[in-house]
């Protein structure tokens, strides 16, 4: 059997299987265990590397994010383990909730990786929309006035921008069938990369913009972002920590294949232009709107889309250091944001509130998990020596050697968000403790490995990981 295969079938046999366990703790094992396995087949990709057929493809581009989904899917199941099990201690989920919650995880997670080992165009697209059929139920699992209806606008809004994704896909298929002929080929990003040339230009063109702006609206950018700080704010914090680090990474990366189908064909626009202005108005409308949430899950959420913003403008204007800095601003966002929802999910239960004002000196009451936080917040505003320093030292540079008038805009949208982060930070970490202080249930080693990983990265790459995406931003255009 193909690792490929090992890597969708075990989160979606997991999923049937825990749809039908009872008990909370065997269900949060058997969570962990299935995500640890997918891991571990998801690594076997390294040494053994499949045969693209109709259905799937493996190549530099997807690999390294298939092995970070993987990863961080099985860090979040063992923060979930006990941050789930404290909620059920409190009365705000039930054993039905719980058992649901596990199956919902896991099948996730195969949607997550269906999308991204997908070869075909219309996998790929079902795939995403599970995902979004999958979160939803998940945002709305406390089932509260505020959870439903935040699951509702996600639903809605995503929904919108998927229709508009199926309708690019479409004419993808329509622009392809001419010169490919019907069948699954016209459908394959495989033989499409070698006949796209030939495609008419204009329809692609067309189907780039309608994809953008549907598989656009999961990744959150600016004017399509209104659904993610609701569906963070009101879900389980392991569902924002998977959402932010894992689920706008997949949608971004759908993208981009297209992306390439575009810069193959001569005669096609460039996608850059549009892919930096939507960029750009993500990174200033987050870096703005920072400064007024007060709820913390919220305000993270809009971090999320600050940095989305930054990656969609790195590979928007496109080079190989360009390109080199959004993925590796991809990797460090997703291993320091979903880093940061583990320190916030701890926090919210041990003060019983998400509002910031009502949140202080974490550092004095809860030192190891106040400084947890002040780390991954310190990481994720771009300080050196973490990895989210190289990666947009690398994109200002870039950027200023190529679009000196670019750089302008984007060095202060990051310098406004960078405020705003560090404001917080005084205000949460630092002071007299307010308010109740219980004890922080559950286990602090998922935030710390993952800032551990974030800080090496920022010191030293090794040299075939650097390779790796040197290949994969050549391959980018």
């Known amino acids: 059997m193909s690792p490929v295969h090992a890597i969708v079938g075990l989160p979606l046999l997991a999923a049937a299987v825990l749809a039908l366990v009872p008990g909370y703790r065997l269900g949060a094992w058997l969570n962990v ?19 693209s057929s109709a259905l799937f493809v493996v190549d530099a581009l997807n690999i390294y994010l298939i092995v970070l989904t993987s990863f961080v899917g099985l860090t979040t199941s063992v ?7 404290h ?15 596990h199956a919902m995880y896991q099948a996730f997670l195969f949607t997550m990786l269906l999308a991204l080992s997908a070869n075909n165009l219309g996998v790929m697209w079902v795939a995403v929309e599970g995902a979004t059929l999958t979160t939803v139920l998940m945002v709305s699992l406390y089932r509260t006035a505020a959870s439903i209806e935040a699951a509702w606008k996600y639903f809605i809004l995503c929904g919108v921008g998927i229709a508009l994704a199926l309708f690019g896909t479409i004419l993808m298929y329509l622009a392809a069938q001419p010169v490919m002929g019907p ?13 796209v040339a030939a495609i008419d230009a204009g329809i692609l063109n067309l189907a780039f913009v309608f994809l953008l702006v549907g598989y656009g609206t999961k990744v ?37 294949r297209f992306k390439m189908l575009l810069a193959v064909n001569g005669e096609a626009l460039s996608p850059g232009p549009l892919m930096m202005a939507m960029g750009l108005a993500s990174l200033l409308l987050a870096g703005f709107m920072l400064y007024r949430r007060r709820d913390i899950k919220r305000f993270f959420a809009y971090s999320s889309i600050e940095h989305m913003g930054i990656i969609t403008f790195a590979f928007g204007i496109g080079g190989p250091l360009a390109n080199f800095a959004g993925l590796l601003h991809m990797a460090m966002h997703s291993l320091t944001k979903s880093a940061i929802f583990y320190a916030v999910g701890h926090v919210a239960q041990a003060k019983g509130t998400q509002r910031i004002e009502q949140i202080r000196g974490l550092t004095v009451s809860h030192p190891v998990l106040g400084w947890g936080l ?36 984007l060095v202060f949208g990051i310098l406004v968000a960078f405020g705003a982060l560090v404001l917080r930070l005084q205000q949460l970490c630092f002071g007299a403790p307010e308010g109740p202080s219980a004890a922080v249930h559950g286990s602090l080693v998922p935030l ?28 980018l255009g």
Request: hydrophobic letters at 60%.
């Open 33 to 51: 265990a299935a995500s640890a396995a997918t891991l571990l087949a998801s690594l076997a990709l390294f040494a053994v590397e499949p045969d």
């Open 79 to 85: 923060f979930s383990a006990s941050y789930i099990g």
């Open 87 to 101: 909620e059920l201690e409190t009365g705000r989920l039930t054993p039905r909730n719980l058992r649901f919650y």
């Open 183 to 195: 069948g699954m080929a016209a459908m394959t990003w495989t033989a499409l990369l070698q006949h």
């Open 220 to 256: 959150g950018l600016a004017p399509l972002h209104a659904w993610l700080p609701d569906a963070h704010a009101e879900g389980p914090t392991p569902i924002s920590a998977v959402l932010s680090g894992l689920l706008l990474n997949v949608a971004l990366y759908a993208v981009l």
């Open 374 to 409: 002040l780390v991954g917040v310190l990481a994720i505003a771009g300080l050196p020596p973490f990895g989210i320093f190289m990666s947009e030292f690398l994109l200002v540079t870039t950027t200023f050697a190529r679009e000196p008038l670019l750089a302008l805009p």
């Open 448 to 475: 710390y490995a993952h800032l551990a990983l974030v800080l090496v990265a920022g010191i030293w790459l090794p040299g075939p990981l650097v390779a790796w995406f040197q290949t994969v931003a050549t391959i």
